[in-house]
């Protein structure tokens, strides 16, 4: 259930890629080369956050050249990739821009996210996320990762801050 105080409170929002950012595939030519698809409407979110001052973050196992070109076309600045830790990446963040765990979400939809989505102030998966994941949850999105998820959570918590 979410929670508009809680949302309200929110200064930085981190995303894991896979399953969130995209619907999970990656495209693998014969030549090695990676692709992604993100969806647009996602990346206008992402862009409405920035400008109203929030802080954006991207935090992914796996290395992406589609990934760091795309975060960079948004302006996304924290962008850690190939993440062994992903709480101990997140701390780091966190301490440099002086910015609580209270006042941080995070979406994610696997168990490596799991870790830390059980920190921050407000936990978010999406419908494709594996159940340990959803279960454990404060909200989980309608659209699915790839096809809108991130920009529903932009929404949310920006519609939150109008409020307060």
């Given at each position: 259930m979410k929670s508009s105080r809680r949302l309200s409170a929110i200064r930085l929002v981190a995303f894991d890629v896979d399953?969130?950012?995209?619907?999970g595939r990656f495209y693998l030519s014969?030549?090695?080369?990676?692709?992604?698809?993100?969806?647009?409407?996602?990346?206008?979110?992402?862009?409405?956050?920035?400008?109203?001052?929030?802080?954006?973050?991207?935090?992914?196992?796996r290395r992406s050249r589609a990934v760091e070109l795309r975060m960079q076309?948004?302006?996304?600045?924290?962008?850690?990739?190939?993440?062994?830790?992903?709480?101990?990446?997140?701390d780091l963040l966190c301490a440099s821009l002086g910015i609580d765990k209270s006042e941080c979400a995070y979406?994610?939809?696997?168990?490596?996210?799991?870790p830390l989505l059980r920190q921050v102030g407000f936990s978010v998966t999406v419908p494709n996320g594996v159940a340990e994941v959803r279960k454990e949850c404060d909200y989980t999105t309608t659209a699915s990762g790839g096809y809108g998820a991130v920009r529903e959570v932009c929404d949310m918590i920006l519609e939150a801050a109008a409020r307060t």
């Open positions: 399953g969130v950012l995209t619907d014969d030549a090695g080369i990676e692709g992604k698809a993100f969806c647009t409407q996602d990346g206008f979110g992402i862009r409405k956050m920035l400008k109203a001052g929030i802080e954006v973050a991207v935090i992914s196992g076309e948004l302006g996304v600045k924290h962008v850690v990739l190939g993440c062994a830790d992903k709480v101990e990446a997140f979406v994610g939809d696997d168990m490596p996210d799991l």
